[in-house]
T-cell receptor, first 107, second 115 residues
Framework: KNEVEQSPQNLTAQEGEFITINCSYS?????LHWLQQHPGGGIVSLFM???GKKKHGRLIATINIQEKHSSLHITASHPRDSAVYIC?????????FGAGTRLTVKP | DVKVTQSSRYLVKRTGEKVFLECVQD?????MFWYRQDPGLGLRLIYF???????EKGDIPEGYSVSREKKERFSLILESASTNQTSMYLC??????????????FGPGTRLTVT
C-alpha cells in the first residue's frame, strides 16, 4: 500500500464547479505539499503546509494532522485548472508522493 | 525566480546505450534530486545529492548512477539503457534545510523512450 493515497484518480468537472481532491497518508510528517503538473511535465508547487489552512486565489488547502488527511479545493473551476494534482509528504529529508489526481475541467 | 532546466524534453535511445540526463539550477541550491514518474506510481526518488560530489541512493537506484561535480549541475546516467527505464525523468532542487521546511523546485522533465 502506498504511504500517500489520493482520491479520486481522475476527476471531470464542468466549468464553475467546486472541486475537492483528497490526500491521506500513513506516516508521521513534517510538512505536506500540493503540486500541480500541467501537460508537458513541468511541476509547480501550490502549497506547503503543516497545519490548518492556506488560501491562494481560488485554491484552498487544508490539513488535519490527527486524521492524517489533507484536501485541496478549487472554487469556480476553469478549464485552465486542468492538470494533474499531486500530494507529497515530507519526513525529514525524505519526500513521498501520491500517484496524482488528473483533473479535467470542461467549458 | 528559481530556474531548473533539463537538457532534453524528449529523448529516444536504443537498448544498451549509455544515456546522460543533465540538470542545471541557478539558485545556488545545495540539494538536487532525480525522480522518475510512471503512471499510477507517482514520483519515485532515484538519487539525491546534498553537496558537490555527495550522493545518496533513493528508492530505486538500480540501473542508474549520478554525478555532481559542480553545485549547479546534477547528472543522471543510465549505464546501459533498458526498455523498463522508459519513463518521465524529473529533476528538482531545494535549499539546505535550516530547521524549517524547504520547497523543491522542479525542472520541466525529460520523457525518455528506450526501444
Amino acid at each position: 500500500k502506498n504511504e500517500v493515497e489520493q482520491s479520486p484518480q481522475n476527476l471531470t468537472a464542468q466549468e464553475g464547479e467546486f472541486i475537492t481532491i483528497n490526500c491521506s497518508y500513513s506516516v508521521g510528517i513534517s510538512a505536506l505539499h500540493w503540486l500541480q503538473q500541467h501537460p508537458g511535465g513541468g511541476i509547480v508547487s501550490l502549497f506547503m503546509l503543516s497545519s490548518g489552512k492556506k488560501k491562494h486565489g481560488r485554491l484552498i488547502a487544508t490539513i488535519n494532522i490527527q486524521e492524517k488527511h489533507s484536501s485541496l479545493h478549487i472554487t469556480a473551476s476553469h478549464p485552465r485548472d486542468s492538470a494533474v494534482y499531486i500530494c507529497a509528504v515530507r519526513r525529514g529529508n525524505d519526500m513521498r508522493f501520491g500517484a496524482g489526481t488528473r483533473l479535467t475541467v470542461k467549458p | 525566480d528559481v530556474k531548473v532546466t533539463q537538457s532534453s524534453r524528449y529523448l529516444v535511445k536504443r537498448t544498451g546505450e549509455k544515456v546522460f540526463l543533465e540538470c542545471v539550477q541557478d539558485m545556488d541550491h545545495e540539494n538536487m534530486f532525480w525522480y522518475r514518474q510512471d503512471p499510477g506510481l507517482g514520483l519515485r526518488l532515484i538519487y539525491f545529492s546534498y553537496d558537490v560530489k555527495m550522493k545518496e541512493k533513493g528508492d530505486i537506484p538500480e540501473g542508474y548512477s549520478v554525478s555532481r561535480e559542480k553545485k549547479e549541475r546534477f547528472s543522471l546516467i543510465l549505464e546501459s539503457a533498458s526498455t523498463n527505464q522508459t519513463s518521465m525523468y524529473l529533476c528538482a532542487s531545494s535549499p539546505a534545510s535550516r530547521g524549517g521546511f524547504q520547497e523543491q523546485y522542479f525542472g520541466p522533465g525529460t520523457r525518455l523512450t528506450v526501444t
